[in-house]
């Protein structure tokens, strides 16, 4: 059982590229969430969703795009890179949206965007 | 939306003393309050939670208290020690129609001296 993995570890991009960091879980959870976590900020939902084929958005959406095809796994896609998106990402995901259920995160994705 | 506010942003005591981190909630609709560890380079780690219907839990050296009416709970970690050093975020659950998203304070760093 690996839980929640991320792919890459690191990247970097230059300014107008696009990518797509990659979220899988092996626990068969509903819900899945991605976070951008910044200096002083802490961690900020950017897009999140509650089952395949349903996604909306978190916070700060602006710049990114999700799907959900399958339960197991949560892409995210910059679409045109800006420094501001320079950030560490955190997949999230949890077996239901009550409080009954622990959300366990991702190893992070730590991307700069010069 | 909920808004979580986290004090101190920074704290630093010496082994064996006790720290107290603070947060405040906007939503009186939440229910549900999780406190993260993350170490240097790491993922979040849930460490302890309580829900809206208790007023304290505690595990070991730590714990945590709930004030629904001042909206705010706390987090207390007694007997301080070097590995205790990490940034601590807390965090609230709207009940209800929330779809699960969890709305996190900024953050505290706690450093630990030997």
């Known amino acids: 059982n690996a839980g929640v993995t991320q792919t890459p570890k690191f990247q970097v991009l230059k300014t107008g590229q696009s990518m797509t960091l990659q979220c899988a879980q092996d626990m068969n959870h509903e819900y899945m969430s991605w976070y951008r976590q910044d200096p002083g900020m802490g961690l900020r939902l950017i897009h999140y969703s509650v089952g395949a084929g349903i996604t909306d958005q978190g916070e700060v959406p602006n710049g990114y795009n999700v799907s959900r095809s399958t339960t197991e796994d949560f892409p995210l896609r910059l679409l045109s890179a800006a420094p501001s998106q320079t950030s560490v990402y955190f997949c999230?995901?949890?077996?239901?949206?009550?409080?009954?259920?622990?959300?366990?995160f991702g190893p992070g994705t730590r991307l700069t965007v010069t | 939306g909920e808004n979580v506010e986290q004090h101190p942003s920074t704290l630093s005591v010496q082994e064996g003393d006790s720290a107290v981190i603070k947060c405040t909630y906007s939503d009186s609709a939440s229910n549900y309050f999780p406190w993260y560890k993350q170490e240097l380079g790491k993922r979040p780690q849930l460490i302890i939670d309580i829900r809206s219907n208790v007023g304290e839990k505690k595990d070991q050296r730590i714990a945590v208290t709930l004030n629904k009416t001042a909206k705010h709970f706390s987090l207390h970690i007694t007997e301080t020690q070097p590995e205790d050093s990490a940034v601590y975020f807390c965090a609230a659950l709207r009940g209800g129609t929330s779809y699960g998203k969890l709305t996190f304070g900024q953050g505290t760093i706690l450093t630990v001296h030997p």
């Open positions: 999230a995901s949890r077996q239901g949206q009550g409080a009954a259920y622990e959300q366990y």
